[in-house]
């Protein structure tokens, strides 16, 4: 993992979907854990997307909370 990772997931908004423009870091753990079942999207979405279901599934939420604006 790239640490620089974490500080995408505070700032890139869901490109497309249900979710589009909610920050990658706000994403319901449903839908994270559906992209878990079915196949994270290619290049670095999926990657971030991957990343963000692991720490949503770990409860490491939390570490993502001193990386937030404001």
């Known amino acids: 993992m ?4 974490l500080l995408l997931l505070v700032t890139r ?3 497309y ?3 589009k423009g909610r ?3 706000d994403l319901p753990g449903h839908y994270l854990n559906w992209f878990a079942r079915e196949g994270f999207p290619s290049g670095e979405i999926g990657r971030l997307l991957a990343l963000m279901q692991e720490i ?13 604006r404001g």
Do not use: E, F, Q, V
Request: avoid cysteine.
């Open 17 to 19: 979907g249900k979710y």
């Open 23 to 25: 920050l990658i870091a």
């Open 56 to 68: 949503d599934h770990n409860g490491l939420s939390d570490l993502l909370k001193p990386l937030r």
């Open 13 to 15: 908004t869901m490109p």
């Open 2 to 5: 790239n640490p620089d990772d």
